[in-house]
T-cell receptor, first 121, second 108 residues
């Protein structure tokens, strides 16, 4: 399995340009996530999806859009790039845990992609 | 509102045992506690997960007291390659919320 793959690895955009960051996973995971990580900071959740056709906003969704037409793919769209969107973007996926007998469902590990480094000038 | 709190940074030396503690304010009954590791220029990587008591794998141990209000990630005999950022994300509904993490630096 390739796991979670992201393209491109690097990209420079001019202010106002648009682009799509691609994310694909081959593990048949239901859940997929997009995070951004600014220099020296933690990860902030942008959008997530619990299955094909279902998406929801995270902590910082403004300026981004997503779609989930298949289980494998979860692209992130930037419509009007701004310098504030300069960041490293990580995609992740996970499956639902088996859970403890009679207890809560475990939160299975999230597998992260290698990231896309985006600079907006 | 549930949140996690951990030290911003820690320093240690090769061969030492390192313990990183995370407080889990208002952790929900059904929430698991997970830890992730991130090396520079890479995505985070899952280390360990637990619900209560102690869990051990080939990488680390995780100690969770009975009240589950904190957890301690224990790295035995660290090496330079353990220099990384360690996260104890808060488990929200269907998602993880990552904070700033603990930047661990291992010195020779």
């Amino acid at each position: 399995n390739a796991g979670v793959t992201q393209t491109p690895k690097f990209r420079i955009l001019k202010i106002g340009q648009s682009m799509t960051l691609q994310c694909t996973q081959d593990m048949n995971h239901n859940y997929m996530y997009w995070y951004r990580q600014d220099p020296g900071m933690g990860l902030k959740l942008i959008y997530y999806s619990v299955g094909a056709g279902i998406t929801d906003k995270g902590e910082v969704p403004n300026g981004y859009n997503v779609s989930r037409s298949t289980t494998e793919d979860f692209p992130l769209r930037l419509e009007l790039a701004a310098p504030s969107q300069t960041s490293v973007y990580f995609c992740a996926s996970r499956s639902t845990g088996p859970g403890l007998a009679g207890g809560p469902v475990s939160y299975n590990e999230q597998f992260f992609g290698p990231g896309t480094r985006l600079t907006v000038l | 509102l549930a949140k996690t709190t951990q030290p911003i940074s820690m320093d240690s030396y090769e061969g030492q045992e390192v313990n990183i503690t995370c407080s889990h304010n208002n952790i929900a009954t059904n929430d698991y506690i997970t830890w992730y590791q991130q090396f520079p220029s890479q995505g985070p990587r899952f280390i360990i997960q637990g619900y209560k008591t102690k869990v051990t794998n080939e990488v680390a141990s995780l100690f969770i007291p009975a009240d589950r209000k904190s957890s301690t990630l224990s790295l035995p005999r660290v090496s330079l390659s353990d220099t990384a950022v360690y996260y104890c994300p808060r488990q929200g509904a269907q998602k993880l919320v990552f904070g700033q993490g603990t930047r661990l630096t291992i010195n020779p």
